[in-house]
């Protein structure tokens, strides 16, 4: 009997025997995260690593031993007060990860009744979209980014049409005008993509706080409204932290969800050829999901947990990448497709896993049927993924094809709930971006 050999640590890993941390920051973890992830899993289904200079955590890349963590809030708590390593000062406070670790008070950093009482203002708002406005809207969207580049013949189509399409969704359901919305764009893609995070984190909580006061005022269409109208009775505080965590975990993940299916689709003809759309986003969802690494939780006592003594407070992630790894595809059976940890699990899974499909395969399909012979314009070794703890996301997704002509520009759709409120604030003086530039084509 043969043993399975030990996975050779990755090349620039500090595991090649410095016994430091695993860095998931460097663009060597981006390229090739799978053999990082399979030299954490050979030795248990925890290993420790670095998230950034100096932030250190615990990562769980074992399927069973994730579901335990993510049921079990008893033992785990998802607020970052607890956070003993930022409590005792040892977590700088101009980190790039830290938007995205500290607490808020929202639905995903409360425990408990708190949590359970933000959760179902936001769960029941967001049940209000209608499937049939949020196809339209997608469809619009999508119209609309197609027609700025298809005379081209080209396209970056992460940065061109992925990256904007949530942004441009999430703007509309949420009611937002132009000077507000062009401000969120710009902060959650900062915040995000780690540049000036501080600064990118501060606007967008001014824009939504802006945001929040003129739906007080005069209440829309809009998912800001229902929420706001919710029997929940959220504070002008609480309403603010919500929607930065919606719109945040709205845009990002579908971003990198989108680029990640067309990536698939245009490097596998198996997908393309057979019109298999919805299965290639299972399999994104299972093998590139757009959280890679994330769910941060904190041991409420001193324990020990999948072999691993874990002391409270300390910061433990679930990495959905690692999880899904063969052997846990395997172990679900046949049938289980969607068995994935992509969208979590227990009482903090995604609350909006369906609108996320969705949207996803709204924009994918749209996409394909408006430029039917797209394909990747640069050999597929030749992409990037952005290097970052949290996200599976590429850097850009070249594409050409036959060149259209700028036919939608003349054709725009109905004007969408974002125009139909009552009294949007007016645009600012200042030139407007692109969410500005969306709606004037709108009343074109």
Not at 35 to 56: I, K, Q
Not at 355 to 380: G, K, M, Q
């Amino acid at each position: 009997m043969t043993s399975e050999p030990t996975p050779v640590p990755p090349p620039g890993c500090p595991a090649h025997g410095s016994g430091q941390r695993i860095p998931m920051y460097t663009a060597e973890f981006a390229a090739d995260p799978h053999s990082y992830y399979a030299y954490m899993r050979h030795h248990g289904p925890t290993a420790p690593v670095e998230l950034a200079p100096g932030v250190e955590a615990t990562l769980v890349t074992d399927y069973a031993a994730s579901l335990d963590l993510l049921q079990n809030p008893g033992d785990f708590r998802k607020d970052a007060r607890q956070w003993r390593d930022l409590n005792e000062g040892r977590i700088s406070p101009d980190s790039p990860v830290l938007p995205l670790l500290v607490h808020r008070p929202n639905c995903m950093f409360t425990d408990g009744a708190e949590h359970l009482r933000l959760r179902q203002a936001v769960t029941e708002s967001f049940a209000r979209v209608s499937s049939h406005r949020l196809s339209q809207n997608v469809d619009q969207v999508a119209r609309y980014l197609i027609a700025q580049f298809s005379a081209r013949g080209s396209a970056d189509l992460l940065n061109d049409y992925a990256k904007q399409l949530p942004l441009f969704v999430f703007n509309e359901l949420f009611g937002c005008p132009p000077q507000v919305g062009d401000r969120v764009m710009f902060g959650i893609s900062g915040m995000f993509d780690g540049i000036n995070a501080e600064k990118a984190n501060e606007v967008l909580f001014q824009a939504v706080s802006e945001l929040v006061a003129l739906k007080r005022a005069q209440p829309g269409d809009d998912v800001t409204s229902w929420l706001m109208q919710h029997p929940a009775q959220l504070n002008d505080q609480e309403m603010a932290h919500q929607l930065v965590l919606l719109l945040g975990a709205g845009a990002e993940p579908l971003r990198n969800l989108i680029a990640n299916t067309l990536h698939l689709l245009l490097t596998n003809d198996r997908y393309a050829q057979n019109g298999l759309v919805e299965e290639a986003l299972d399999d994104t969802l299972w093998s590139n999901p757009p959280m890679s690494n994330y769910a941060p939780h904190y041991p409420a006592r001193d324990m020990e947990f999948a072999g691993q003594k874990l002391s409270a407070g300390d910061l433990v992630l679930v990495s959905f990448q690692a999880a899904n790894g063969a052997s846990a595809r395997s172990a679900t059976g046949q049938g289980s497709n969607r068995a994935h940890l992509a969208w979590s699990a227990g009482p903090h899974a995604c609350p909006s896993k369906e609108p996320a499909r969705l949207i996803t395969l709204a924009a994918v399909e749209h996409l394909f049927n408006e430029l039917p012979d797209v394909e990747l314009a640069v050999p597929e070794e030749s992409l990037t993924w952005r290097p970052g703890p949290f996200n599976r996301a590429l850097a850009q997704l070249p594409a050409r094809f036959t060149p259209d002509t700028p036919r939608h520009a003349a054709q725009p759709q109905p004007v969408q709930a974002a125009q139909r409120s009552e009294s949007p604030a007016p645009p600012t003086k200042e030139r407007g971006g692109m969410w500005s530039s969306f709606l004037t084509w709108l009343r074109t």
